[in-house]
């Protein structure tokens, strides 16, 4: 029973964090995803490397469908992970 809960525990332990890793956080990826779903950002960065807040940013992206971007990331969408940023259809 013991071995039970510690694994269980353990399990729900791990998704926790997994949960909260953030994702990737590529900018030069979430440039790319942006033009594959045919909306651009005139003032997101499209370096290899990127920080906060455009790495947040750019999780975001990365995450979300195509159809999706625009309410969860962008300027309109409730979490606002962009910022002020202007994601928007080409």
Same mark, same amino acid.
């Given at each position: 029973?013991?071995? #039970? #809960?510690?694994?269980?525990?353990?399990?729900?332990?791990?998704?926790?964090?997994?949960? /909260?890793?953030?994702?990737?956080?590529?900018?030069?990826?979430?440039?790319?995803?942006?033009?594959?779903?045919?909306?651009?950002?005139?003032?997101?960065? *499209?370096?290899?490397? *990127?920080?906060? &807040?455009?790495? /947040? *940013?750019?999780?975001?992206?990365?995450?979300?469908? *195509?159809?999706?971007?625009?309410?969860?990331? /962008?300027?309109?969408?409730?979490?606002?992970?962009? /910022?002020?940023?202007?994601?928007? &259809?080409?």
């Amino acid at each position: 029973m013991f071995i #039970r #809960r510690l694994a269980a525990s353990l399990l729900a332990t791990s998704t926790l964090v997994l949960a /909260g890793c953030g994702g990737n956080t590529s900018c030069k990826d979430a440039c790319a995803k942006l033009d594959s779903c045919n909306l651009a950002d005139s003032s997101f960065t *499209c370096s290899d490397s *990127c920080s906060d &807040p455009a790495a /947040g *940013c750019a999780s975001c992206i990365n995450s979300h469908a *195509c159809g999706a971007i625009l309410s969860s990331c /962008g300027r309109e969408g409730s979490g606002l992970a962009c /910022g002020a940023s202007d994601i928007h &259809p080409k």
